[in-house]
């Protein structure tokens, strides 16, 4: 599966941003956000089945962030609102070939090259 992130950028805070990520290859059961600031872990913030019937977030991004794909093709979506200067990292997305929605990075198969967000105040 190759992933392919974009969609980041400078936005200020209280504002919004919609990440994509091309999936192509093959389908997959599950498919996950995560983001990384500089000097951090790598930060679980949602995944979905594909199905979109299980969905969970961090609650550190739940009301504000929601997963999403387009039914017509593999592009995966992570809209974004009420974004906080703390939310300025580097955002990936990952799928699972099989297997539920997981919080643990080390569960995805593949990874996307991540795509910048920057929150200004």
């Known amino acids: 599966v190759q992933l392919q992130a974009s969609g980041g950028g400078l936005v200020q805070a209280g504002g919004s941003l919609r990440l994509s990520c091309e999936a192509s290859?093959?389908?997959?059961?599950?498919y996950g956000w995560f983001r990384q600031a500089p000097g951090k872990e790598r930060e679980f913030l949602g995944a979905?089945?594909?199905?979109?019937?299980?969905?969970y977030y961090a609650d550190a991004v739940k009301g504000r962030f929601t997963a999403s794909r387009d039914n017509r093709n593999l592009t995966l979506y992570l809209r974004m609102n009420s974004l906080k200067p703390e939310d300025t990292a580097v955002y990936y997305c990952?799928?699972?070939?099989?297997?539920?929605?997981?919080?643990?990075?080390?569960?995805?198969?593949?990874w996307g090259q991540g795509t910048q967000v920057t929150v200004s105040s």
């Open positions: 979905s089945s594909w199905r979109g019937d299980k969905k």
């Open positions: 290859g093959r389908t997959f059961s599950t």
């Open positions: 990952a799928v699972r070939i099989e297997g539920n929605p997981a919080s643990q990075a080390a569960l995805y198969d593949y």
